[in-house]
């Protein structure tokens, strides 16, 4: 069954303070992973597509990776204003695009 | 400009009335979707216009209907529903099909239902 996993389900960070987000996924030929930053109240804001495991991107202090079962969103030095939650999101065959639970970061001064 | 709006933003309606909810997009995106979020929950895709054909997300119950009068519109109709019903609805478009691209999402509808 196709399935996407995110870990962990919170995660507190010092400002300054390094860490990686995890998204394990289960699916029969990937069409595209993708990465969205969502803030309370509002819609989810894209940040990475990934198509091809080794495939890496970047963006300020994100960057996504992608092996054949997972993905990684390492935050580098984080600020309080990278607090959001950060959800990942596979395309499924018809093209429906299944979101993990999402990873709820907050990055105190 | 990677922009899709939608109004309005906060709906409270009782169970018997009928409302609708409207996305708009000039990106000359050709795939439209509406889904639904709980709190604390991810979105949940309900339907899919691409190149204005309609895929339904068989779970969605008939008191939504939705409608897409041009490759720029997305319209969600409601009728009769219940508090259960009520979350954050957010449209997204996307340049390809359903298959491909990333989707880009509007700030979403808050609705309240009574």
């Known amino acids: 069954e196709d399935q996407v996993t995110q870990s962990p389900e919170a995660l507190r960070l010092q400002e300054g303070e390094s860490s990686s987000l995890n998204c394990s996924y289960t699916v029969s030929g990937l069409r595209g992973l993708f990465w969205y930053r969502q803030d309370p109240g509002k819609g989810p804001e894209f940040l990475f597509t990934?198509?091809?495991a080794g495939e890496e991107k970047e963006k300020e202090r994100l960057k996504a990776t992608l092996t054949k079962k997972e993905s990684f969103l390492h935050i580098t030095a984080p600020k309080p204003e990278d607090s959001a939650t950060y959800l990942c999101a596979v395309v499924f065959s018809w093209g429906k695009l299944q979101f993990g639970a999402g990873t709820q970061v907050v990055v105190t001064p | 400009d990677t922009e899709v709006t939608q109004t309005p933003k906060h709906l409270v309606m009782g169970m018997t009335n009928k409302k609708s909810l409207k996305c708009e997009q000039h990106m000359g995106h050709r795939a439209m979707y509406w889904y639904k979020q709980k709190a604390k929950k991810p979105p949940e895709l309900m339907f899919v216009y691409s190149y204005e054909k309609l895929s339904i997300n068989e779970s969605v119950p008939s008191r939504f209907s939705p409608e897409c009068p041009n490759s720029s519109l997305l319209n969600l109709h409601l009728h009769a529903l219940q508090p259960e019903d009520s979350a954050l609805y957010l449209c997204?478009?996307?340049?390809?099909?359903?298959?491909?691209?990333?989707?880009?999402f509007g700030p979403g509808t808050r609705l309240t239902v009574t």
């Open positions: 990934l198509y091809s």
């Open positions: 997204a478009s996307s340049l390809q099909g359903e298959t491909r691209g990333e989707q880009y």
